[in-house]
């Protein structure tokens, strides 16, 4: 009884955490694209880098 709790007191924070991090990967990717001019430009220099062949 006590590893259930366990294991569903880790998965919820687990759960957690996940959730913080997709949030903190998708603001940093909108502020990449839609931030300051200069950070405009590094993407798109870099979007350039990554499609050539």
Known sequence: MMTDLFATKAFKV???????????FL?????EEFGSAAGRHAASARNMFFALP
């Open 14 to 24: 687990v759960n957690s955490l996940r959730a913080a991090t997709m949030t903190a």
């Open 27 to 31: 603001s940093a990717m909108l502020r």
